[in-house]
């Protein structure tokens, strides 16, 4: 994908990545936005967010990453938030069995709260590079293939398929608006105007990437 400037005709996206602690969440999106690995073995508190401008098939995009604790007691938040966004990217981790076992938790609090025909979501299992997994891929396929979702595998420390698993859910993104022909902004169909631009620059400035 390639990174543009600000501008006012770009299209923003709210993407969310859920999943339990640990999985590597936060460096999927560190090594997205930086290019870099982080490992600091501290977990998400709460919610953190950043934005970063891309093109993709000819459409700028403002795309907004959302951040979310895996922790019980922020479990709640997370759900609270998803029915803001236009995509959501589930993570486990492939070395922990139990984070894919959480997994079919999470999708079902998405189901309270989540129109699937108006909302993309894909699974990834993360930290492929590792020796043994304890979560193959034949597994992860499988509940994939009961939801109608798709699979990717990555590693943030190893750079595999971390820009691929933000080009796959812009591109559901964009098929469901196209379906509508009509453009997603925020949590409403419309066009950004340019006092909206100036306010999300204003308020995205500190960690835009």
């Not at 919610?47 to 401008?53: A, H, L, M, Q, S």
């Not at 959480?102 to 108006?118: C, P, Q, R």
Request: glycine share 4%; charged share 30%.
């Amino acid at each position: 994908m390639e990174q543009i400037n600000e501008d006012k005709d770009r299209i923003l996206y709210k993407v969310i990545l859920i999943g339990d602690s640990f999985v590597g969440k936060t460096s999927l999106i560190i090594r997205f936005c930086n290019d870099t690995f982080e490992s600091s073995g501290i977990a998400t508190v709460g919610i953190d967010t950043k934005t970063k401008f891309i093109k993709r098939k000819d459409k700028k995009i403002e795309l907004q990453i959302w951040d979310t604790a895996g922790q019980e007691r922020f479990r709640a938040l997370s759900k609270n938030c998803t029915n803001q966004m236009d995509g959501i990217i589930l993570v486990f981790d492939m070395s922990n069995k139990t984070s894919f076992k959480s997994i079919k938790m999470w999708y079902n609090n998405l189901k309270e709260t989540v129109d699937f025909k108006k909302v993309g979501v894909i699974l990834v299992g993360n930290k492929c590079d590792i020796e043994n997994p304890q979560v193959d891929h034949d597994t992860a396929q499988e509940f994939c293939f009961q939801h109608g979702l798709s699979l990717l595998e990555s590693s943030a420390k190893s750079n595999i398929n971390v820009s691929e698993i933000f080009s796959s859910i812009i591109d559901i993104m964009l098929k469901l608006n196209d379906k509508t022909n009509i453009k997603r902004v925020s949590s409403k169909l419309e066009k950004i105007s340019p006092d909206e631009e100036e306010q999300l620059k204003k308020k995205k400035k500190k960690n835009c990437c």
